[in-house]
């Protein structure tokens, strides 16, 4: 949400300086076309795309007394009963279609360095300085809730002059113009990132014809008034005695005009470049026993971690540590786009508080969002473990760098995935044996986000011999299911894409994916994945059931079997594909059944009166409504 920054307005920002939206080439290239703005300053805007009106007539006077309107508690038993009455919940598969547009332009956006910023540790007297940005235009979006572009450079470590030097090329970016907002922050594990300022700019038009402002980029002020004020002041106190130092940073970015972009041209999507990040978790890690190899290099060729593990503990925690670390390892790849316009599903409202908790209203619903929002970022955590790096888009690199990300066929393992609007695949191995605290896997994958691309399970497996095959049944023996030479468990995998298979689903409950859109995803991936052969199977098909079961089996024998539930009470706040059997239970068991102290607690905000019934329930009803938590792992 922006943040409304209370200084004087700049006259540059008045209508009649804009360039006329029918001038000349050499309009766009006029001075007052780049501005910085304050953070609340909306995108530009044309006559083709006009922003929406005020919503419900927000601004229209109405006649006679107000009308009583309904309570929160009103609106949520209409709702309830809205879902119950309903043979199929709202959500799923939405076929809204991209709105038209005429064509935009690609424009690549680059993030040099930043200068003078301030140091917000204390005890380093620096800061691990990254930068967020968020782009926004006047192309109208399919629902409102469908997220802008967010683009995240790297973080560089105890400095105050960070040089990134990262592209962001985006494609579809219309002739209005846009907002490109850019926020620094000081990467503060597991504390909050403190800010370090922002800087806002709006570009009125764009056209072939526009220069741009090239590398080595145009320097822009940093707002202060948004930053930690911490930070400020100790820098400050350490200049107060030093003549001629500037209090304000300085961001140098550029952004040009790489040329017309394809269709669809009402969407706005990522070209480039591919990248990834690696999350570790070590305490995750060591509860579950899974390890990874600390150098991504050995991921291809160290398959024996149990006997190096139990070998090293005679040497030492050194010799432990110069081969493997306890980590649960989450990743995030970024995809080239466009997604394919079918590739697109609504959150499935089966319950009335999975609604308020996705789009955060009620108590009840702000309470679990912003819980969801810590899980997802204790899950997707950036701090000095976590690994980054770019890839060639669309080649045998990118195939490589998921089967590395994915260990190869090594272990039976199983992922859960999210792929989002922008294209960015987020994965861990969690499997059905990995409970997720308060909601769905999918849930949690998404970071809540109210509309996705697509979502399920998959896992890798490796063919006796290399050919791109995208049949279930590829006619030869694969690995795990069967024991063959040339790869894990014994010897490490081939290093060419040919000789493995994604197996891909759409298992999800959270947002139950479509299966007639399997075929959009399999043409996604393959586009993305040259080299991999790619089987799409729906979640209710036999043999789908079949292989992951598979899988399973397989994990038992080879790999660790992650079974683990992180502060898990089967409570009327866990959704995943999973438990749907739960929460039918729950609703037979009545408003009281199987509930955690937090949802007691909530009870008895909304309703007081209900003190006693809640602490005068009989035993078999206590019973029922603790938790059933704990932490075990095998």
């Given at each position: 949400?922006?943040?409304?920054?209370?200084?004087?307005?700049?006259?540059?920002?008045?209508?009649?300086?804009?360039?006329?939206?029918?001038?000349?080439?050499?309009?766009?290239?006029?001075?007052?076309?780049?501005?910085?703005?304050?953070?609340?300053?909306?995108?530009?805007?044309?006559?083709?795309?006009?922003?929406?009106?005020?919503?419900?007539?927000?601004?229209?006077?109405?006649?006679?007394?107000?009308?009583?309107?309904?309570?929160?508690?009103?609106?949520?038993?209409?709702?309830?009963?809205?879902?119950?009455?309903?043979?199929?919940?709202?959500?799923?598969?939405?076929?809204?279609?991209?709105?038209?547009?005429?064509?935009?332009?690609?424009?690549?956006?680059?993030?040099?360095?930043?200068?003078?910023?301030?140091?917000?540790?204390?005890?380093?007297?620096?800061?691990?300085?990254?930068?967020?940005?968020?782009?926004?235009?006047?192309?109208p979006k399919r629902h409102r809730e469908d997220p802008?572009?967010?683009?995240?450079?790297?973080?560089?470590?105890?400095?105050?002059?960070?040089?990134?030097?990262?592209?962001?090329?985006?494609?579809?970016?219309?002739?209005?113009?846009?907002?490109?907002?850019?926020?620094?922050?000081?990467?503060?594990?597991?504390?909050?990132?403190?800010?370090?300022?922002?800087?806002?700019?709006?570009?009125?038009?764009?056209?072939?014809?526009?220069?741009?402002?090239?590398?080595?980029?145009?320097?822009?002020?940093?707002?202060?008034r948004s930053g930690s004020k911490r930070a400020y002041?100790?820098?400050?106190?350490?200049?107060?005695?030093?003549?001629?130092?500037?209090?304000?940073?300085?961001?140098?970015?550029?952004?040009?005009?790489?040329?017309?972009?394809?269709?669809?041209?009402?969407?706005?999507?990522?070209?480039?470049?591919?990248?990834?990040?690696?999350?570790?978790?070590?305490?995750?890690?060591?509860?579950?026993?899974?390890?990874?190899?600390?150098?991504?290099?050995?991921?291809?060729?160290?398959?024996?971690?149990?006997?190096?593990?139990?070998?090293?503990?005679?040497?030492?925690?050194?010799?432990?540590?110069?081969?493997?670390?306890?980590?649960?390892?989450?990743?995030?790849?970024?995809?080239?786009?466009?997604?394919?316009?079918?590739?697109?599903?609504?959150?499935?409202?089966?319950?009335?508080?999975?609604?308020?908790?996705?789009?955060?209203?009620?108590?009840?619903?702000?309470?679990?969002?912003?819980?969801?929002?810590?899980?997802?970022?204790?899950?997707?955590?950036?701090?000095?473990?976590?690994?980054?790096?770019?890839?060639?888009?669309?080649?045998?690199?990118?195939?490589?760098?998921?089967?590395?990300?994915?260990?190869?066929?090594?272990?039976?393992?199983?992922?859960?995935?999210?792929?989002?609007?922008?294209?960015?695949?987020?994965?861990?191995?969690?499997?059905?044996?990995?409970?997720?605290?308060?909601?769905?896997?999918?849930?949690?994958?998404?970071?809540?986000?109210?509309?996705?691309?697509?979502?399920?399970?998959?896992?890798?497996?490796?063919?006796?011999?290399?050919?791109?095959?995208?049949?279930?049944?590829?006619?030869?023996?694969?690995?795990?299911?069967?024991?063959?030479?040339?790869?894990?468990?014994?010897?490490?995998?081939?290093?060419?894409?040919?000789?493995?298979?994604?197996?891909?689903?759409?298992?999800?409950?959270?947002?139950?994916?479509?299966?007639?859109?399997?075929?959009?995803?399999?043409?996604?991936?393959?586009?993305?994945?040259?080299?991999?052969?790619?089987?799409?199977?729906?979640?209710?098909?036999?043999?789908?059931?079949?292989?992951?079961?598979?899988?399973?089996?397989?994990?038992?024998?080879?790999?660790?079997?992650?079974?683990?539930?992180?502060?898990?009470?089967?409570?009327?706040?866990?959704?995943?594909?999973?438990?749907?059997?739960?929460?039918?239970?729950?609703?037979?068991?009545?408003?009281?059944?199987?509930?955690?102290?937090?949802?007691?607690?909530?009870?008895?905000?909304?309703?007081?009166?209900?003190?006693?019934?809640?602490?005068?329930?009989?035993?078999?009803?206590?019973?029922?409504?603790?938790?059933?938590?704990?932490?075990?792992?095998?």
């Amino acid at each position: 949400m922006s943040t409304r920054i209370e200084e004087p307005a700049d006259p540059g920002l008045h209508s009649q300086d804009r360039p006329s939206q029918g001038g000349a080439a050499n309009d766009v290239n006029n001075e007052k076309n780049v501005q910085q703005v304050s953070d609340d300053h909306p995108p530009p805007e044309d006559g083709e795309h006009p922003r929406s009106p005020p919503i419900d007539g927000a601004n229209e006077k109405q006649d006679g007394p107000p009308q009583r309107r309904s309570t929160f508690k009103d609106k949520f038993k209409e709702q309830k009963q809205k879902i119950k009455t309903k043979a199929k919940p709202p959500g799923g598969f939405d076929p809204t279609p991209i709105p038209d547009a005429p064509p935009g332009y690609t424009v690549k956006f680059t993030f040099h360095r930043a200068e003078n910023l301030p140091a917000a540790d204390i005890s380093t007297g620096s800061s691990d300085p990254f930068l967020t940005a968020t782009l926004t235009t006047s192309l109208p979006k399919r629902h409102r809730e469908d997220p802008d572009l967010i683009y995240r450079t790297r973080t560089l470590r105890r400095t105050l002059e960070p040089e990134w030097e990262q592209e962001w090329i985006v494609a579809n970016v219309p002739s209005s113009g846009f907002k490109l907002k850019c926020r620094l922050y000081d990467e503060d594990w597991p504390d909050h990132n403190d800010r370090l300022g922002n800087v806002t700019i709006v570009v009125n038009r764009v056209s072939e014809a526009w220069e741009g402002f090239a590398p080595p980029g145009r320097m822009f002020e940093v707002k202060k008034r948004s930053g930690s004020k911490r930070a400020y002041l100790l820098k400050a106190c350490s200049t107060a005695f030093t003549k001629d130092v500037s209090m304000t940073p300085r961001l140098f970015l550029s952004a040009v005009v790489v040329g017309k972009s394809d269709p669809p041209y009402g969407q706005m999507y990522t070209v480039g470049p591919t990248y990834y990040f690696k999350h570790f978790s070590p305490m995750i890690g060591r509860m579950t026993g899974i390890k990874v190899n600390r150098n991504e290099a050995n991921d291809s060729s160290d398959h024996n971690a149990d006997e190096a593990t139990s070998s090293s503990h005679g040497n030492g925690k050194q010799a432990e540590r110069s081969t493997q670390k306890y980590d649960f390892q989450a990743n995030e790849l970024q995809l080239s786009g466009p997604i394919p316009q079918h590739l697109y599903h609504r959150f499935v409202e089966f319950r009335p508080i999975i609604g308020l908790l996705f789009r955060s209203r009620g108590l009840r619903g702000k309470l679990l969002n912003k819980a969801l929002h810590h899980q997802h970022d204790r899950i997707y955590n950036f701090d000095r473990h976590t690994n980054w790096g770019t890839f060639k888009p669309c080649s045998e690199e990118a195939s490589l760098q998921l089967l590395k990300m994915a260990h190869f066929d090594e272990g039976g393992r199983l992922f859960t995935y999210v792929i989002t609007l922008d294209g960015l695949m987020r994965f861990t191995e969690t499997g059905k044996e990995f409970g997720i605290d308060l909601l769905s896997k999918h849930t949690m994958h998404s970071d809540a986000a109210i509309y996705i691309a697509c979502s399920g399970e998959f896992f890798i497996r490796r063919l006796k011999k290399p050919k791109i095959t995208n049949d279930p049944d590829p006619g030869e023996p694969t690995h795990p299911d069967q024991q063959i030479r040339g790869g894990p468990p014994l010897e490490a995998p081939p290093s060419k894409p040919e000789y493995y298979q994604l197996v891909i689903d759409n298992d999800s409950g959270t947002y139950r994916p479509d299966k007639s859109v399997l075929p959009d995803l399999q043409k996604l991936l393959e586009r993305n994945f040259p080299g991999l052969g790619i089987v799409t199977l729906a979640c209710d098909d036999p043999e789908d059931q079949k292989l992951k079961a598979t899988q399973i089996k397989v994990k038992k024998r080879e790999g660790h079997t992650v079974n683990m539930v992180l502060n898990r009470s089967p409570s009327a706040t866990s959704f995943s594909s999973d438990d749907i059997s739960d929460l039918e239970d729950m609703e037979r068991a009545g408003e009281i059944g199987r509930k955690s102290k937090k949802e007691r607690a909530w009870d008895l905000l909304e309703e007081p009166r209900r003190i006693k019934e809640l602490t005068g329930k009989r035993p078999s009803d206590a019973a029922l409504s603790g938790p059933s938590g704990g932490s075990t792992a095998a």
